[in-house]
C-alpha cells in the first residue's frame, strides 16, 4: 500500500507539529490527502497548521496533561467519526552529564517524553479498541536503541517509548490496531534548536558535537510514511541508525567501545567549539 492509499481521508493527529518532524509529518499526511489535527504546546501551531493545504486543524495541547489529549482525540472522533492515525511526536531534548542534569530536568522529559506518549497512548488505544482498527505511531529515536553520551536522561525516556511500542504491537495486532515506534537518528529538525543544553553540550550549536550531517526532515519523515502504510512495527533512518541497531545486539562489547569513543570525541569536540567561539553572550531560553 502506498503512503497516499494508507492516508487518503483518514483523520489523523500529530503532536508537537509546530514544527521539525511534527510539521513534516503533518504535511506530508495531509498532502496525501488526510484530515489532520495539528496539535503543540506553542501558539504558532496554528500557522503551522495554514500552510498545509486543506482545511486542516490546529489546537493547542500539552500532551503531559491527559485532559487535554483527551480533548483532541475527542475533537477529532466527534468530527470525524473515528480517529484512524496518531502520532504521538511531541519531545524535548535536554542534553549534559548527569551530575549536571537537574531534577526538574527529569520531570520535565519524563513528562513529555514518556507520560505525553503514554497518555496518547492509552487514549487513543481505547477509541480505536471499540472501532477496532487505528494506528498508533509513536516518535522514539535511535537513542532509544542505543547508548548516547551525555543524554542519559533522554535516552532513558527514548528506551521506554521502544518498550511500549513492542509490547503494545504485541497486544494491539489482535484488536485490529496497528503499532509502529519511529527511532531516527541525527534529523535537522526543530530539536536541534530548542533544546536546553547544560556542561559539555552548552556549546552555540549543538550541530558541532556531531561528525555527521543531519538527516533531511523530508526524507525522515517520507521513510516513517512508507513504513506505516505498510504496517511496520519500526523504523529506522537514515543507514546509520540501522548499522548502530545491528551492532548493539551483534557485538555488545564493540558498541561500548565505540559509545565510549564517541564520547571522548564529543568532550574534545565541545572544548574546541567553545575556545573558537571564545565569550558569547547567554542562550535564549526555549519555550517549555
Known sequence: MTVEEAFRGKSVIVTGAASGIGKEIAKQCAQAGARVLLTD??????????ELPGNQGWMIVD???RDQVAAAI????????SLDFI???????????VEIVTLDDWDKIIDVNLKGVAYGVKLAYDQMFIQQSGHIINTASVAGLVPVPLQTHYVATKHAVVGMGKNLEMEAVRNGISVTTFCPAFVESGMIDNNTVRGTMDVPDVRGMIPIKPHPTHKAVRTLL???AKKKPIVITPFYGKIGWWLERLSPR????????????MIKRSAKLKRNAGPVSPRPKTPA
Open 63 to 65: 500532551v503531559s496533561d
Open 87 to 97: 502520532f504521538n511526536n511531541a519531545g524535548v531534548a535536554i542534553f549534559g552529564e
Open 41 to 50: 504546546v506553542v501558539p504558532s501551531v496554528e500557522d503551522a497548521a495554514a
Open 74 to 81: 475527542d475533537r477529532v472522533v466527534d468530527g470525524h467519526g
Open 254 to 265: 564493540l558498541a561500548v567501545r565505540q559509545h565510549r569513543l564517541m564520547y571522548s570525541q
Open 226 to 228: 512508507e513504513g506505516v
